[in-house]
């Protein structure tokens, strides 16, 4: 052999061993950079949540996490047993907390702060907490794809999850620190445990007698797999304890793959063994963070245990079974209808002994894969059926909303599940792994289907069942192997391109799907679109309102200066008992719509009677849906003893808005639906009907959540403004006749009226039977009288007109005003702020004398202290024969630097321009204007209660010359009826909502009128200038402008 052949010879070698090292090892970098691909992709938001050196979270739920790895980084490695900080007056025990997630990333915090971090650092780690998680997730992926796929599948499985843009995504971007993508983690771990502990027993064959014999050197593999399982099952559910679904799900499928093996002659014995050995692990690891003796899914619970250990002892049941069959020489066909039949008869047994057992398992089946959502279920955002997404107006179908979150891929992966059945009766391979796979598939697609949230989950087995289709595509076009690439030919070029376009749409590039006009509704967004969010808009604008909260109010434990403020602490550690916690004097709940409990606990900390664990939901929508004050107070007094009382509410703009959050509580609310409330009014179109705005009944104006952020409890009184339109029905597909209510059509038709005067609306009204007064923006059909017990103390300086959502509703409201000849600035009737914080007060009691069986009016000017929005606030009584009266007022006038938190009372941000003005309706006479008016100043001390002191007013009577004051007299426009605030500016803008003509106006009021004619501002008795108001109130009339131009 010469040298020049050796050399080419070594030459090959040394080719071969690096193709050989590259084949070993290609996966490794490959899996490394789709990690860093999905790390990166969550975290190139990371800057958006940090704001002047404070963190930001998105959501609820994360804050309420943040709390818990704060608490476990101070009493490491415990986790919060009970917390008094929320859901007042009664606390809450939850099990989704204060769980192995929150331990993991409370120790991470202290690793990273070497022992002691800070709480700016805690907050950091968990910020990018969900990052890494998620990123985490290609790990299993990996090892899961490739035992369907081998290495290209598994690579091909990760490749796919890294460019999900859906759910999957979006739980574990920066910022979304909930436990929701540590649970796909968990899960596929345990799944994957499972698949290698079932692969070991098939090829180790583990039977009784080996056990009986005691032979533990032949059982040790499939004994130490099965003992992982059971270990992965129960760290799953040490992070989530509703997952105790995954239990079911092996459960079902034990009962199978035991049952077909049988059949098919095979011994159960071999996965019965990993059955049971895996789920008696799991129950005796749940044992140990048993937190109640109540059997409940969402904590730690005696359910969990019992489920693992009933599948164990199913497991075992069904191979002694087996056996006695054998000896019996029973026919084979007879055991899978005898299995059929016990399961049958337990259920029985359990519905019949056990009845609430039964129910609470059903209950949660349907509400896990039941395909379908009750009402309540169904204002929550992520628990929605996934295709409630579907817009037939939109041209949004199905497709495209499984297209949105998963490309392709969804699709390809049933086809997966569906060639992973025919091969395996084709071959007679019938690996139990594979079956494993398609039970938990097939599960956690009718979670997702069920609950949008569940998304999160079902991404993986989409991953990994495309993972196997790739590998039988390469083995049908031959690609399987290093030799059969040296020699490509056509269909193999075209496998692989037929591959790579299936992940290209949606996937790599964006895909239309809609034609609503918007973009974030029409187009699809890549993983990397998706990567580029920041923190919701609420979360931003309730943080000035629940920072004042914390500072500008009396520490929990401390009002009316109750001195018990170091009997609470925020992280202090508690027991429940008597499932009703015993608070001590002086603390206090804030009502507010349970979507915000958590951010009050958190960033307000203060104590909120409703949380988004829907604890408090129904007392919560009961009171701000409540249609009198004294049944709201009614509401809260039932709550707790005398000294458990709710001092504060919250509103923001959302829960006052029919479009937005005001529907939740309806749902909540036994005794109403959102119809009693608003129905939609629409208009004629070029392509048919759309909506032009939310018609209000006067049940919505008495609600207590509108007469706080519409009038912050100022009465109201209806204005000559009249809805007119007409009834018209269509036939659903179902058969169902529906009426909806659409604005007239013609030249002179018109959607909105304005009238001169109260008599000329009524009449018109009573005249035409699809007609109402008022019901759009701030206009009530009949009085709404004043708020007694209520004061707004905080307005957010952001605005809600800052959202496009509110700005689009304003601006349709306007337009329709415009057309009706109105003021659109009378659409405000207060300043729009994001949030507003009001204080339930005692009051303080006016007694006061005035002409005899008249109207006595007591209004006062307010304004927001260092901003602007200046409102009055105003109230009524009636005098009687004797000419006495007697109020209620809750706003003080004055003495308000003598109250504040150091004397366990709130420090006011909203505060009085002037003293009280009190005076009756004006009168003619002799040619005179006349009337009876005083002033007087109420302290902030009679208001909370502090001084039992009452206001006293004697209005005496004054005349104005109407030669003097007739200028003021020619003034009045119909006017009157919007509560004396005509200074209030709202959004513009030209948003389109059809062909309505322009608005005839009737004709002006008559003489015979003259008792509906509005009060001349030049005549009250030295009123405050308003102008202050009207500049505050341009800020949000401009705003909602920009936001609709921006739009």
């Not at 002892?313 to 209808?337: I, N, Q």
């Not at 609470?360 to 929550?380: D, M, P």
Request: net charge negative.
């Amino acid at each position: 052999m010469s040298q020049q052949t050796e050399q080419v010879e070594d030459s090959t070698e040394s080719a071969d061993s690096v193709l050989d090292s590259f084949e070993d090892w290609y996966h490794v970098p490959v899996l490394a950079a789709a990690i860093a691909f999905m790390l990166w992709v969550r975290l190139q938001s990371y800057g958006k949540f940090i704001r002047n050196g404070e963190v930001i979270f998105k959501g609820n739920d994360a804050w309420y996490h943040l709390r818990q790895v704060q608490y476990t980084v101070q009493n490491w490695p415990a986790t919060m047993p009970f917390d008094p900080w929320t859901y007042f007056p009664f606390g809450t025990s939850v099990g989704q907390f204060g769980t192995l997630y929150d331990q993991l990333v409370a120790t991470a915090a202290l690793v990273v702060g070497l022992g002691d971090p800070s709480s700016t650092l805690v907050a950091k780690t968990l910020l990018v907490a969900p990052a890494v998680f998620g990123a985490l997730v290609a790990i299993p992926t990996y090892l899961v794809g490739k035992r369907l796929g081998g290495r290209p599948g598994g690579l091909f499985g990760v490749v796919v999850l890294a460019l999900f843009p859906g759910t999957f995504l979006r739980r574990g971007l920066v910022g979304f620190a909930d436990h929701n993508i540590a649970e796909p983690l968990f899960q596929t771990f345990a799944v994957l445990a499972m698949m290698v502990a079932l692969t070991v027993a098939e090829r180790e064959r583990p039977v009784y007698e080996l056990l009986a014999d005691g032979d533990f050197e032949a059982l040790r593999a499939p004994l130490g797999f099965s003992a992982l399982a059971g270990v992965a099952t129960a760290l799953y559910l040490w992070t989530w304890p509703p997952g105790v679904l995954l239990v079911g799900i092996f459960g079902v499928f034990f009962g199978i793959k035991l049952t077909a093996d049988y059949v098919r002659g095979v011994s159960p014995d071999h996965l019965a063994f990993v059955g049971a050995v895996s789920m008696t692990v799991t129950g005796l690891l749940l044992l140990v963070p048993l937190g109640t003796l109540d059997m409940s899914p969402t904590r730690f619970s005696p359910l969990q245990p019992l489920l693992a250990f009933a599948v164990a002892g199913g497991c075992v049941f069904m191979a002694w079974l087996a056996r006695e069959w054998d000896a019996r020489d029973l026919a084979t066909a007879l055991y899978p209808a005898t299995i059929g039949g016990i399961i049958l008869a337990v259920t029985g047994v359990v519905y019949l002994a056990v009845p609430s057992l039964f129910n609470l398992i059903r209950r949660n089946l349907v509400r896990f894969i039941g395909f379908s959502a009750g009402a309540q279920t169904r204002t929550i955002g992520e628990a929605k059926p996934f295709l409630s997404n579907v817009q037939p107006r939109f041209g949004i179908e199905w497709y495209d909303v499984i297209m949105r979150e998963y490309g392709l891929m969804l699709f390809t992966a049933v086809v997966a599940a569906v060639w992973m059945v025919w091969r395996t009766y084709r071959t007679d391979d019938h690996r139990a792994e594979q079956l494993l796979v398609l039970v938990w598939a097939a599960f956690i697609t009718a979670a997702a289907f069920t609950q949008l949230r569940f998304n999160y989950y079902l991404a993986v087995p989409v991953a990994v069942l495309n993972a196997y289709l790739l590998k039988q595509i390469l083995s049908v076009a031959n690609l399987t192997n290093r030799e059969s690439l040296t020699d490509v030919e056509g269909y193999q070029v075209l496998a692989v391109v037929f591959v790579v376009l299936l992940i290209v749409p949606v996937l790599v590039t964006p895909a239309s799907i809609g034609s609503s006009g918007y973009p974030a509704v029409d187009n699809t967004n890549t993983a990397m679109q998706t990567g580029q969010s920041g923190p919701k808009p609420g979360t931003v604008n309730w943080a000035g309102s629940l920072d004042w909260l914390a500072n500008n109010t009396p520490a929990e434990g401390d009002y009316a200066n109750a001195n018990n403020e170091g009997e609470l602490d925020y992280y202090g550690t508690y027991q429940q008992s008597n499932n009703d916690f015993q608070y001590p004097e002086g603390s206090y709940g804030v009502m507010s719509w349970w979507d915000y409990g958590h951010w009050i606990t958190t960033r307000g900390e203060r104590i909120p009677n409703a949380n988004p664990f829907q604890e408090g939901a129904d007392t919560a929508a009961k009171y701000l849906l409540a249609p009198s004050e004294q049944r709201a107070n009614n509401i809260l007094q039932t709550l707790g003893n005398d000294s458990e009382e709710t001092r504060y509410v919250m509103v923001d703009w959302k829960m006052a808005e029919p479009s937005s959050k005001f529907s939740a509580p309806t749902v909540f609310h036994p005794n109403v639906s959102a119809g009693d409330f608003y129905s939609p009014v629409y208009q004629q179109g070029q392509n048919g009907p759309q909506l032009a705005f939310r018609m209000k009944s006067q049940r919505y104006y008495q609600s207590q959540v509108a007469r706080l952020y519409l009038y912050h409890g100022s009465r109201m009184e209806p204005a000559p403004v009249v809805v007119d339109w007409r009834a018209q029905t269509y036939r659903t597909p179902e058969g169902e006749t529906v009426s909806y209510k659409i604005g007239e059509q013609g030249p002179n038709a018109t959607l909105v009226r304005k009238f001169q005067t109260m008599q000329q609306a009524r009449q018109f009204v009573a005249n035409d039977s699809t007609s109402q007064i008022g019901g759009i923006g701030p206009f009530p059909s009949e009085s709404v009288p004043a708020l007694e017990h209520y004061r707004v103390v905080k307005q957010s300086q952001s605005s809600g007109a800052n959202s496009s959502q509110y700005a689009r509703t304003l601006r349709s409201e306007m337009r329709l005003l415009q057309q009706a000849g109105m003021n659109p600035r009378q659409l405000l009737q207060t300043s729009p702020s994001w949030v507003k914080t009001f204080e339930r007060v005692p009051g303080a009691t006016v007694t006061g004398t005035g002409p005899a069986n008249t109207t006595v009016t007591a209004q006062v000017q307010l304004s927001p202290v260092g901003q602007s929005g200046s409102f009055v606030y105003s109230q009524q009584a009636r005098t009687g024969p004797d000419g006495q009266f007697t109020m209620t007022l809750p706003y003080s006038s004055t003495g308000y630097d003598n109250w504040g938190p150091e004397n366990g009372y709130t420090n006011v941000s909203v505060r009085a321009t002037g003293p009280y003005q009190f005076y009756t309706s004006r009168s003619i006479e002799d040619g005179n204007l006349t009337f009876s008016n005083a002033s007087a100043e109420v302290t902030e001390a009679q208001v909370i209660g502090e001084s039992d002191e009452n206001v006293t007013v004697e209005l005496t009577k004054e005349s104005v010359s109407l030669q003097q004051n007739q200028s003021g007299n020619q003034t009045a426009s119909g006017n009157e009826t919007a509560s004396g605030d005509q200074t209030n500016e709202t959004a513009s803008g030209n948003e389109s909502s059809g062909n309505t003509s322009a608005l005839a106006t009737p004709s002006a009021q008559s003489d015979a009128d003259a008792e509906s004619r509005s009060t001349p501002e030049s005549a009250l008795p030295d009123r405050e200038d308003t102008t202050p108001m009207r500049a505050g109130l341009v800020g949000a009339y401009a705003g909602a402008l920009v936001v609709g131009l921006r739009d």
